[in-house]
């Protein structure tokens, strides 16, 4: 379940993912942790997706990967 974070963090979780994490969130320390570290990362890779997206404009989700 701990490795929901990532993912909780990028919002690729689904609906139902993505209360179960909040709900383990609430109760355990080592995702909170995490989650404050990880929360830097949107952050950068937002900063990659506006670099691409002014030269390529449509891009495919990350979570596409084959
Ligand atoms: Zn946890």
Known sequence: MHDG???Y???VLD???HEAFERHLDTCEQCQ???IELAELPDQLDELKNDRSSTSGDDPPMSMSR
């Open 15 to 17: 609906e139902e993912e």
């Open 9 to 11: 963090v990028l919002g």
């Open 33 to 35: 942790a995490e989650l």
């Open 5 to 7: 974070v990532a993912a």
